[in-house]
């Protein structure tokens, strides 16, 4: 079935550093969304993308649906920045289908 | 905004009793989705509607669960004769319209543990 191949999934990265995270299909997605599930649970939007790039902040996604990726970039990394950073790919053909990644364990550490 | 709001936060019952979640989607939101989340699977759809109208319950199991939206401000997930397996945290999230590339906004979720 679709799947979604999340890399890498665990980081650990010191503050003021960078690094990116990966999700790979298997099929053709027509959106990713970027979200980050902190200490706390919730769930905190990022990006929402059906193609390019968009960025905020310190954090930077590309998605390219023909090549079946899509990246999440980390700049200058804080403390907060810490938590498990999910993909989650749509597609809408033949219904409403959506498929998550494993999720990458962030640790930022002074 | 208070964002979507799920009660309870954290449900604890026993083998065989029913659970009923509740989610309180953004105002205006006109697209309600309900995900569950499990060490095992990661994050699974299950269900969704728009403008009250089951549009997908290709992620619903078969028996046990059934959802609903009786009205734009809230949509329920029951559960009945909960088994240990069904212990998961179970997320709500709402947009303003999945087809025009408006992106999810999730509520905190509930946390079912079934003992």
């Known amino acids: 079935g679709d799947q979604v191949e999340q890399s890498p999934s665990a980081l650990s990265l010191h503050e003021g550093t960078g690094s990116a995270l990966r999700c790979n299909f298997t099929?053709?997605?027509?959106?990713v969304q970027w979200f980050r599930k902190n200490s706390r649970g919730s769930l905190i939007n990022l990006f929402y993308?059906?193609?390019g790039t968009k960025e905020n902040g310190r954090l930077k996604s590309a998605f390219d649906s023909k090549e079946r990726y899509s990246t999440l970039h980390i700049r200058d990394a804080q403390l907060e920045d810490s938590g498990t950073y999910f993909c989650a790919a749509e597609a809408w053909t033949g219904g409403y289908k959506v498929v998550f990644g494993s999720g990458t364990r962030l640790l930022v550490s002074p | 905004n208070a964002g979507v709001i799920q009660t309870p936060r954290h449900k604890v019952t026993g083998k065989g009793q029913e659970a009923t979640l509740w989610c309180e989607p953004i105002?205006?939101?006109?697209?309600v989705f309900w995900y569950r989340q499990t060490i095992v699977q990661g994050l699974e759809f299950l269900t969704y509607f728009r403008n009250q109208a089951p549009i997908d319950d290709s992620g619903m199991p078969k028996e046990r669960f059934s959802a609903q939206m009786p009205n734009q401000s809230h949509s329920t997930l029951k559960i009945q004769s909960t088994q240990p397996q069904d212990s998961a945290v179970y997320l709500c999230?709402?947009?303003?319209?999945?087809?025009?590339?408006?992106?999810?906004?999730f509520g905190h979720g509930t946390k079912l543990s079934v003992l």
């Open positions: 105002s205006g939101h006109s697209a």
């Open positions: 993308l059906a193609s």
């Open positions: 999230a709402s947009s303003s319209d999945r087809t025009s590339n408006e992106r999810l906004f």
């Open positions: 099929t053709t997605m027509r959106a």
